[in-house]
């Protein structure tokens, strides 16, 4: 005859090491992670807005990204034309010089193949400034963008 003998204090021990185990897996996951609430069974209320100024946040986060980068783009065009406006004004001065009676055909000449350069840097300028492959003062940059912060209209 087969007889089986059940050691009951070592099955009570393993039940005793696996209740006492899972008792301290949730304080040990919340000292991990430094969350009180890990889950929605810790508080499903507190889990909720944390997790709504959890994307609040993240929408204010990427507002202000995209308003520096628009800044970064209206600086970049602003520099453009600030070089234009400079050139403009030495074609002015190129063409009262030029009216002026006191110089000679030569230096008129002179004058011209400058104000020709000068055209010419400013449809370079023109065709080079852009943002991100968005060209900027080329009359076609049109665009709006808003968010919880307030909106920005910008027409270039």
Partial sequence: MTKINTNTAALMAKAYGQKASKNLLEPM???????????ASDDAAGLAVVNKMTASIKDYDMSVRNYTDVISLLSLGDSALSKISDIQMRLK?????????????????????????????????SESANFNGIKLIDGSLDFSGSSKLGSIPVRI
Wanted: hydrophobic letters at 40%; charged letters at 30%.
């Fill in 29 to 39: 996951k919340r000292l991990s992670s430094g969350l009180r609430i890990n889950s």
């Fill in 93 to 125: 001065d190129l063409a009262v010089q030029s009216a002026n009676g006191i110089y000679t055909q030569i230096d008129r000449d002179n004058m011209e193949l400058e104000l020709y350069a000068l055209v010419e840097e400013m449809d370079r300028i």
